[in-house]
């Protein structure tokens, strides 16, 4: 929907979702939108990182990690609001997804993995090159900022058919309540 939004700036458009956020407003972001984190100053990075000999990381590279349009399993945190309705593991459509880590700090600021990869292996239909470097990595994260919340979905789970899996996952970030 990103084309029919208008210019979207972190200059202009981030503090104005940050301050609704802080006031109350819950925001959902999706694949590439999570992206939104770093500009929040939420505790999360990118788990697929490689470390560069400067002490710096980069992106992996396609020679390493590539997973495009593949079906791939997740544990859940049934306890979490999000998860409401879910089985323990769920099946999710990935497309080079982002894939989160937490700072050391993350669980004192309130944020937590909804769904996570709990295997060297997730692949479940399709194909995974380096799918090794997903384990332990955070596919779905909650966390509060101000008096809202952020809700970052790594996977697409809104994702044509694929996504009658992982509806339960939306609808519940859309109905819930900030805390």
Do not use: C, M
Not at 93 to 113: E, K, Y
């Amino acid at each position: 929907y990103r084309d029919r939004a208008g210019r979207i700036t972190p200059a202009a458009t981030v503090p104005q979702l940050k301050r609704f956020v802080e006031d109350g407003g819950i925001l959902v972001a999706i694949g590439r939108s999570t992206a939104i984190a770093e500009h929040f100053g939420l505790p999360v990075s990118s788990a697929l990182v490689e470390n560069r000999p400067d002490g710096g990381t980069r992106p992996l590279p396609r020679e390493k990690y590539f997973v495009p349009g593949s079906l791939l399993r997740v544990a859940v945190d049934t306890s979490n609001p999000l998860a409401f309705g879910l089985e323990k593991e769920a099946d999710v459509f990935f497309d080079n997804s982002p894939v989160f880590r937490l700072a050391r700090d993350a669980a004192a600021r309130g944020v937590r993995p909804v769904a996570w990869f709990a295997s060297a292996t997730p692949l479940r239909s399709g194909w995974a090159w380096g799918q090794h470097y997903l384990d332990g990595g955070i596919a779905i994260a909650d966390a509060p900022l101000g008096k809202g919340r952020v809700v970052l979905f790594g996977p697409e789970v809104n994702f044509r058919a694929q996504s009658h899996g992982t509806f339960k996952f939306l609808f519940n970030a859309i109905y819930y309540q900030a805390q």
